[in-house]
């Protein structure tokens, strides 16, 4: 048996520059896409404006959503030159 050191799915490679932005994209995307169909629900429950935008502050994935395009945009920027 050959030991290349390999140690299965552990083994996990810098992600390319094209490959952060891709991501950053995606998830950027989603996030409208959720913001909107929150917004969309709170006008068809017919909301005030201010708890659909309560709402959207609060919204626990969205949040998380955006640590994670926060922490993909600062390890796409280290990667940069000039930045």
Known sequence: ??????????????PSLEELQESIEELGAYRERLETD???L???LRMPPKKVEAAVEEHAELQRICEILAQLERQRDAMT???
């Open 81 to 83: 030159p000039g930045t």
């Open 42 to 44: 709170g006008q068809k």
């Open 1 to 14: 048996m050959l030991d290349d050191g390999f140690t299965g799915s552990t083994c996990m490679t810098e």
């Open 38 to 40: 929150i917004r969309a």
